[in-house]
C-alpha cells in the first residue's frame, strides 16, 4: 500500500498532471487556451489541496474530513469536465473510441460497490 502523499503522484493520477496540460496545448490550438489553461489550474490546485489532506489525514488532524475531499475530487472533476469542452466534438469522439478499445472491464459487480463509487463511475 501506498504512503498517503503518494497517492496522486503515482499511477493513472501521476500522468494526469502531465497528460491535462497535453490536451490544454490542444485547446490552444483551437483558440481555447484562455479557458482551457485556467480549468488546468483549478483542476491541479484541487489535486494538490486533495494531496495535503491525504497527508494531513494520515497525521490524524482531526479538521480533515471525507467531506472535504469530496469537494476537492469534484472540483476537479468539474475542472477536467470543462476542458474536454474546449476540444472539439468530432476530436473528442475519436479520443473516447480509442479509450474504448483499451478500457478494461473490472471483475466486481457494480451493485456491490460503495454508492459514491458507483456515481464517480457514472461520471466515466
Not at 486533495?50 to 488532524?61: E, I, K, P, V, Y
Not at 475531499?69 to 476537479?76: G, L, P, R, S, V
Not at 475542472?79 to 469522439?93: E, G, K, N, R
Given at each position: 500500500m501506498l504512503p498517503t502523499d503518494l497517492y496522486l503522484r503515482s499511477g493513472p493520477a501521476a500522468s494526469l498532471?502531465?497528460?491535462?496540460?497535453?490536451?490544454?496545448?490542444?485547446?490552444?490550438?483551437?483558440?481555447?487556451?484562455?479557458?482551457?489553461?485556467?480549468?488546468?489550474?483549478?483542476?491541479l490546485r484541487a489535486l494538490e489541496d486533495?494531496?495535503?489532506?491525504?497527508?494531513?489525514?494520515?497525521?490524524?488532524?482531526q479538521q480533515v474530513s471525507v467531506e472535504l475531499?469530496?469537494?476537492?475530487?469534484?472540483?476537479?472533476l468539474g475542472?477536467?469536465?470543462?476542458?474536454?469542452?474546449?476540444?472539439?466534438?468530432?476530436?473528442?469522439?475519436k479520443g473516447k473510441a480509442i479509450a474504448d478499445a483499451y478500457r478494461v472491464k473490472e471483475d466486481r459487480e457494480p451493485e456491490k460497490l460503495d454508492p459514491e463509487m458507483q456515481k464517480l463511475e457514472s461520471l466515466l
Open positions: 498532471r502531465v497528460n491535462i496540460r497535453a490536451v490544454a496545448q490542444y485547446a490552444s490550438e483551437y483558440g481555447k487556451g484562455k479557458a482551457a489553461t485556467d480549468d488546468v489550474d483549478q483542476c486533495l494531496d495535503s489532506l491525504f497527508l494531513r489525514a494520515s497525521r490524524n488532524d475531499m469530496k469537494a476537492k475530487i469534484f472540483t476537479a475542472a477536467l469536465d470543462s476542458l474536454l469542452q474546449t476540444i472539439p466534438s468530432s476530436v473528442l469522439d
